[in-house]
């Protein structure tokens, strides 16, 4: 290939942006990052690089961070056992002591770092800064001691301020409520909670799949709500997939236009999703 | 080459043209536009496609086009003989008057067009708008009958108005004094003159030669101010490529950071040059 | 008389005028301009002097103008015969391009330049120019190559922006679509759109007649759209005065304050129509 | 002569005052007020058009006023005598507050009511409000219990926020210091001091005089520094217009354009100086 | 008490104001001034303290004041008889002059003065200056020579000027009509009409009772509107404390959160009613 | 003492902090936090409150902690040996991690949750977020590995954005460089650059004892730069206090109004070295 070809080519690929630069300008998206993106290194890298291009052709992402690895890895390391339930994490005082700072002291301040130096000016939260997100004990949860919680209402104001001066929001999934108590909540349905508060365009859930798969576990590209219920249903889905699918459920049904859960073992998964038509994973609508 | 292959390729050519769009986030850049690429219909979609993604990345381009083609052609469909004299039209009353239509209310207007069919929203001045050029009898020109003008003084007001507002400045090289004399000023000179008002980061004149090349018939990548002289001095550069020449040197002795003479004819040669690192053509510094 | 009474009297108008600055600070006046007042020099440079003031004491002239006779008169230049079918320029696609390049080069310019020289900063735009006029072939054009057009909807965006700036805008009746299409709109009819979508104060129409007439030719000073539908259905009101009378009532029925039909043969006919309580020519209210 | 002829030269004197309008758009003009324009019905009326006509064609009047007849009428009505010592009134701590009373309280809300039904929007002020006006005992003045005072300094915020909201500013020549003592002070000179402070473009001083008059009686329409200080030497100018002329002084010297001493019992004073080239006056000249 | 105790209780006094600090950020409290508090020395000089502090803490406090005594001394001191019918004073035309010039020019600078010393920056205002308050005759004033008035309507527009620039507005209760007509209107329901105008959180009455007493004279600290009209049903409240009351009622029924008559023989009074919980007065809910 | 005393000595109090609130309104106080006022409850808890009634009255805090102990703490449970040659934290990479984890996951976070609990509202920032601080090697430190730093530069810009949206940033004292790479900087002398980066009004350090004490361990309340090198030149002042003498002098030396060393131990010491003319520790002056 000659070299104009090969000069061509890109100016082809520039250009063939050009309509999803156009259609998601001045577009909130908000972005779950998690599993393989968040701990490969040529991933994590292109995870940034893919957001702060973001940044410059004029969309506004919010990225939302899970860390759960890091968090059972600094457990072991002060002798402790991490445990489950059905999937959650049990949250002693100790243990939310240690989520927090993992969260906010660790992998918020990488993420920070890795934009920083891809040109962009993140910025870290949790939900406690600028009072971003108030939180409750999850419903449910009986255990009086137990800080596993939920969003009980989000005041955007915080990421509307780093928004006008260019910032990009890195966002612990912490919240805390008037008595100044800490809750440990799931990330993904801290991601909803805010595409839902900041009336996104778009929220991106990256995961370790493929995407939505049918009962033959071929790739669903697009799906609706009442589908998504009936794969439910039939147990095709099921699962770690559940509250990445509820969060993406109840995101759409809440004036987000559409949620995607994506896979993040694709390198530059958010380009490839934003600024092409067939992306790279399942799109949900309401 | 697989699916997934084609995408990343893809990412990577966009991730590719992050560090330009940093570096040229915020700033104005000048384009003379004209020959192959104001005629040919490829081309002119390229040139608009071009310019409304430098307009959605963040950069502030403005447009000065020529139209010695279409004025010439307008004039015998009228019976009217063009005439130059070293390489300059001869403009008498009825030849401004023809000038000014052909630039202002069909050159102008078509390239208004392209760029709102590419998603832009372009807005056609002449120097008259906003008192936008003033005008006055090139120096030299002895005839006080010639309309034949140089730019006295850029009012910038409209231009910066216009960028606020997210439109995209096309601009007829025509000047104007107080008196209401309309003036045919070279496009390069024009564009140069807007490109030191607005302070620009660059001026990119479109030609339909490969750049500056040497006594071999070599393109010269980037060239100093100094050098050129020398060229210009052996008669390496002369003829057509000289008020280029002299509009890109005018425009970096005053404050433009560099000014390009690229090859109009390379499908998005503008894309090629700002977004990559060899370019398309000759650049020049102070 | 002497000087002290003459100046008494220059004063005692100057404060006659001031109620009537009081009520139209900071409104919208579009005005359609077209006829002798755009051909006899008198008229012309009177004109312009009115739209300057109006600007100058706090209102917001926005000007649209015509060029029948002009367009025919390039036309026979270029050895092509101008048709009319019901009062309507058959508009080939060879006529379009006369049409735009004499109402966009040429007359346009003339008026942004008389403006500039009476202190004025006009800037001169089509319906292109930001997209300003969405036009489509106008309803019952049979003929697909006909470029006969009416206004599809207005995006007054370039309007506010320049406003802002203290511009004056002129208006050349051309829209286009978004393939591209260029449309010959009726000046009556783009200026009464504009009316309507910037809530303009007022409607004014400069015509070459007195106004509208009664039966007995003596000129109505205000009329009703009840009445002047009476007018037209005994057949009093009629022709050329036909699509002006339309364009008056579509836009007060929809907003514009009042629409005037005025004489724009009396010189300084704006500022008569505005300053003062008798007016120079007829009204029409809703 | 017809209504036309009438109507034609109505226009032709709004046509004429553009220029000035033009000149002074966005000027601060500040204008003492006093003499006959401020007692005589017709005057008064007059003058409050003129002021509310100059804010609505763009300029922003600041007015001071004195109010010497009604202070010592009230003194009289209370058993008080009123004393002069070389022209300045002795101002005793009682006399001080009938002053201020009188003017704060009487006279400036005339004159803001005046203006508010002209359809302007007057906010009477004295130098006590906002911190206007700092001032101090007259130089010279021996008797400490004297509340005659100079302007040691003015604060234009108040002013400055006022005309933001399109309000008139009507003055009261009151100082204090940061004792809370009040004082009295000459209200040519809070003009001069006020039009200094503003960077205003005129000071127009209204007098019952014709203006300067040079040793034949006759009206000097212009006069330099230079000249004035002749005409003081040689006793020319001498008396109570000897405040003014310092008041003018002071400001052409300190950055004020023009300052005008004008006939106050000609009708409209104001707008023949503002918008005709003779003007009623003497105009003075750093 | 050691020192360090002493400035452990200074910063508990303050630590304590926060709360109302917060609960009173960037609200508007309309204060009706008047009695005691602003005749005796010590208590003139702590309510501008008070009033400052509130300005500088992020209230917006907007004064009214009254003036009975001061007017009826000049007017002794003038001759004239001072005369009420029903507790309104009979006001004739030349007592509307006394009253304006005693409010506007002597009562209302001293309030300024004050203010200004303690740091803030007083702006006097009549209800004529920024026609600020529109007046009529009382309804029920049958005598067409009395300028006995009522609030018709208010124009906070330079109430909300003045804010902008941190001035903290002064007001004599008088109102004006279109005619210039002044009127003299009792500064209860100006302060009252004030609050509703300007969505006040409070309106503070200070008078020099304690408060609103029942029948066993016991000082009642809260009451609704309800247990109000009941006390006046049965002869307990009534006087001189009724306007209060219905100024109190009427803007608490219009949008004010709190009415509250206060003690102003107390030191401090605002503050206190402000900065703590058991104020010192009645608090009138709706 | 009675109820009226009692609320007249609250409102002396309150009264008393008016000219230190107006003297401090709009400035920035970059507060250090740190010792005893970092760890024990109540003072934790006062500290809180002072910083939010800062930021209600005007001033603009800005917060830079500590964290010695909790980081020791934390190397211990996980099996490491906090080492330190001269008082300096030996940090290798493994130690950086475990300093940036507790920093801005632990103590940043609860010094946030402080503030919102007292009605602020705190952001957690670390010298990454935002690019706020860039670092470097500690100038002397040999050692490669070692990620012990100092300050390069500071861009005020999230600080900045943050307090238009009236939010308090606290900060962790941690830099990167270009590369990404992590430092541990001491806390004093981020306080004392971002100080001199702000243009803050004053620097306050917590500390642990009384203040700077002469030979005589007498408190000096007042000292300026020259007296301060002689007490170090004659070892009077030395160990833990020189980095905070020196993070004093650094700021008063550019552009600083004044630093202070103050006893943390003191309840609500900030509001006491705020608002009391005697304060509670060392005034450092340039």
Known sequence: M????????????????????QAFFGKTIVIKYGGAAMTEAGLKRQFAEDVVLMKYVGMHPVIVHGGGPQISGMMKRLGMEPKFIEGVR?????TMSIVEMVLAGTINKEIV???????????????????????????GQEDTM????????????????LEEGRFIPV????????????????ADLVASSLAKALSAEKLLILTDVAGILD???????????????????DGIVHGGMMPKIEAALSSVENGVH?????????????????????????????
Chains 1, 2, 3, 4, 5, 6 share one sequence.
């Open 90 to 94: 049990v949250t002693d005082p100790e």
């Open 2 to 21: 000659t070299n104009i070809d090969l000069l061509g080519r890109k100016a082809k690929t520039l250009i063939e942006a050009l309509p999803y630069i």
């Open 113 to 139: 770092t890795l934009i920083n130096q891809m040109g962009g000016k993140g910025v870290g939260l949790t939900g406690k800064d600028g009072r971003l997100i108030k939180g409750r004990r999850l419903s």
């Open 171 to 186: 966002i612990s999934p912490i919240g805390t409520d008037e008595k100044g108590n800490t809750y440990n909540i799931n």
């Open 258 to 286: 559409k949620a995607h859960i994506i896979d993040g073992r694709v390198p530059h998964a958010l380009l490839l999703e934003i600024f092409t038509d067939q992306g790279v994973g399942t799109e949900i609508t309401a």
């Open 146 to 161: 137990s800080h596993v919680g939920e969003v009980a209402s989000v005041d955007p104001e915080i990421i509307n301020t």
């Open 215 to 233: 009962q033959k576990k071929t790739l669903i590209p697009s799906v609706s709500k009442k589908t998504v219920e009936k794969l439910i249903q």
